[in-house]
């Protein structure tokens, strides 16, 4: 594919832990990527709403706070709504095992937990974003 | 290798000759360099000046002359999930296991001064903590317990003062006068800015915020403690044992100008003051933090803000065990680390703990994985020894070595801060939350590279790991919740609440204390959402320039 992947790096909701968010956002923007970090406390439509002006290839959605049963499933919605469903999701975060299942079966591409290492991600989402 | 040369040379020559793992960082956590070996020639101490006696000025070795000799620390488990009914369960189970303190974790919503009702909080009411709407809900946590009897840590910070307003409602309603409620509110806006991040007026504001929750207490509260200096969420962000210790002292500090500047005296209020640190992995480092940190407080108390009252000088503080050093590979082995963890806060003499459960870095603990928690103190206190003689490795060459060279550190950040224009100017410009991010991209990095080794993560994994039970929180409590928070509004004089909340605008607007206001809007259950709103219309709110 041709120029740099562009990544939206966000933290929706309330959750303020940005320590794993500002990490992944240095590790992709060393591996070449295109970085675009949100900051804190973001509704699902700030997220959305950056991802299409950006005209990102990917949004990487960083979640600690237990919420993202409910603000992930409305992130896809909004990117489906507004026709960026090609937008890959990728989440990270303390998320159980069944609901990074769902997840999944949602549209999320990969869902990283603690301990993952940013080359793993950076790895994935070159893969995802060029498939 | 046998040596010929005497003494230091030739052990120097000998340990020279012979090689080194390679691979591995011989650093501690924080990347301060350790040499092979300490003793009497690189460490210079003088004794009364730099360490003195338990109890006695820099208290380098501890803020009481008996310590745990006297009194063992405080078990204090934080806790808090869902409604105030679930969680005053759990504070009743704590309690009936041991624990000796309560301490409150609130949701996330209530962090942020949003009722579980506001769109923002869908999805997060009770996730993370219990959510606390109004003075109903705080009836209901502290149903059964005698507010006389217990000392109450509550981990709140941006509406702190309505929280803390919201128990001494209960404390009123309960017959137990103000004067005998014990506990401690975190308070501690300034790491919020740096660290946690949860956060909701300008630091202008916040700072009035604080500087009158400290005078009231001060007056009305003497056993409570108003605010909680922490570091420990700065070092949950990344950073290092130094910029925990730095950051954390420089916003102590910054309290206490801020004091001074409302013409309070240093001594008035000073001995109230407390800290809260993080114990991390790095045994010796974590140590030596916790000793710098109570004789740079001393030092400074004293020598720079002039207090004369020796309370006013030693630095209380309650620790936690690092939730950022737990794994979600293998769990069970988090046990181990936080006993390590644990062990060290013990050995720095800390006056509270709190030790995290082994399956925290999936979900919030299930009630048998906080037993095991709790059960890791007990053992400490009571199987180990380690609490029979104060400050044990006082003296140890390299623990001596270690806490001078962290209190340089802290004094080097002092100084570039101050070259900022203080803590808030500081914050304003990111400088702290850039060396956090620096120092956690650092470590993080040593961690791929294999340099620094995290067992079952980057070394000795499992093919398969087992699924652990895990606490589920049910979605039908934020519903649950919301319904509390509206029956509330429903019957509650509503002609009351409008006239307290708007005395709270006008007191707000003003420069008299917002304690009195608050607590009559409390008292007519004017939920902690509508306080926060009318302070946001007044104030403002505060966002950061996001930088990684």
Redesign the interface.
């Known amino acids: 594919m041709a120029g740099k992947i562009r990544v939206v ?1 966000a933290k929706p ?7 794993g ?3 992944i ?3 992709l ?1 060393d591996a070449g990527m295109e ?1 675009i ?5 973001q ?1 699902p439509e700030q997220i959305v709403e950056t991802a299409i002006q950006e005209d990102a290839d990917a949004v990487g959605i960083s979640i600690l ?3 993202h ?3 992930v499933p409305r992130i896809l919605e909004l990117l489906r709504e507004n026709g960026a469903e090609d937008v890959v999701v990728l989440v990270g975060g ?1 998320i ?2 069944d609901d990074a299942d769902e997840l999944r079966r949602q549209g999320v591409a990969g869902v990283f ?3 993952a ?3 793993e991600i950076v790895d994935f989402l070159k893969g995802a974003v060029t498939a | 290798m046998a040596t010929t040369e005497p003494g230091a040379a030739g052990w120097r020559e000998s340990y020279e000759a012979s090689p080194e793992r390679e691979g591995e960082l011989f650093s501690t956590i924080s990347g301060v360099e350790n040499e092979p070996l300490y003793s009497p020639e690189n460490v210079e101490l003088d004794y009364d000046r730099d360490l003195g006696w338990p109890g006695t000025y820099p208290f380098t070795r501890g803020v009481y002359p008996s310590m745990y000799r006297g009194r063992l620390w405080t078990m204090r488990q934080f806790a808090g999930f869902g409604t105030a009914e679930e969680t005053n369960e759990r504070f009743r189970y704590l309690i009936a296991h041991g624990n000796t303190g309560l301490s409150t974790a609130f949701d ?2 209530t ?2 001064g ?1 009722d579980s009702d506001h769109p ?5 009411v009770g ?2 903590g219990v959510a606390i709407d109004s003075l109903a809900d705080m009836e209901t946590l502290f149903d059964g317990i005698p507010l006389g009897d217990v000392s109450t840590s509550m981990t709140i910070n941006a509406p702190a003062a309505m929280l803390l307003a919201f128990y001494a409602c209960v404390g009123e309603l309960q017959g137990v006068p103000l004067a005998r409620l014990r506990g401690t509110v975190q308070t501690d806006i300034l790491k ?1 800015y740096i660290a ?3 956060w909701i007026f300008p630091p202008g504001p916040s700072m009035r915020l604080v500087v009158d929750m400290i005078e009231w207490c001060a007056r009305e509260m003497p056993l409570m403690h108003p605010v909680s200096i922490s570091g420990y969420h700065i070092r ?3 950073s290092t044992a130094a910029q925990e210790l730095a950051f954390t002292l420089a916003d102590g500090f910054a309290y206490v100008e801020a004091c001074l500047e409302r013409g309070l005296d240093v001594d008035e209020f000073a001995p109230r003051l407390s800290f809260f640190f993080n114990a991390h992995l790095d045994f010796f480092e974590e140590i030596a933090k916790y000793r710098a940190a109570r004789r740079i407080w001393a030092t400074q108390l004293r020598d720079k803000y002039g207090a004369k009252n020796p309370r006013s000088w030693l630095m209380r503080f309650h620790t936690q065990t690092a939730g ?1 050093s ?4 293998q769990p069970e082995v988090n046990l181990i680390r936080t006993a390590i963890e644990a062990l060290a806060a013990v050995l720095g003499g800390t006056q509270s703990l709190h030790t995290n459960s082994f399956d925290e ?4 603990p299930t009630e048998h994985a906080v037993r095991l928690a709790l059960r890791t103190q007990q053992v400490i206190a009571h199987e180990t020894g380690v609490v029979n003689t104060i400050d044990p490795l006082g003296g140890s060459y390299y623990l001596e070595h270690l806490t001078s060279e962290l209190e340089r550190q802290a004094y080097e950040y002092f100084d570039r801060i101050e070259h900022l224009g203080g803590v808030v100017a500081a914050i304003e410009e990111n400088f702290q939350q850039r060396e956090i ?1 620096d120092a ?2 650092r470590y ?1 990095s040593e ?2 590279k294999g340099q620094r080794v ?1 067992v079952g ?2 070394r000795y994994q499992l093919d398969e790991e087992q ?1 652990l039970e ?1 606490l589920r ?1 049910d ?1 039908a409590l934020e519903q649950k919740q919301v319904e509390r928070v509206q029956a509330v509004r429903a019957r509650r004089d509503s002609a009351l609440v409008q006239a307290t909340l708007a005395e709270l605008e006008q007191a707000a607007a003003g420069d008299t204390n917002l304690m009195e206001p608050i607590l009559a809007c409390s008292r007519a259950y004017v939920t902690m959402g509508e306080m926060c709103d009318a302070l946001r219309e007044t104030w403002g709110t505060w ?6």
């Open positions: 790096v909701g309330l959750d303020g832990h940005d320590r968010a500002k990490i956002a240095r590790a923007r970085v970090y949100t900051g804190l406390h509704t706070s237990g919420a049963m409910t603000l303390t159980p095992e937990g603690p301990g290492p940013t080359s | 996330m919503p962090l942020m949003y923002r909080s869908l999805g997060e996730r993370e919020e946690q991040k949860e949950e962000a990344g950022v737990l794994t979600a590979q870095a999936l979900a919030l991010a956690a991209y993080q961690v791929e995290v993560v980057n699924p895990i929180i979605p966002r950061e320039t996001p930088v990684f």
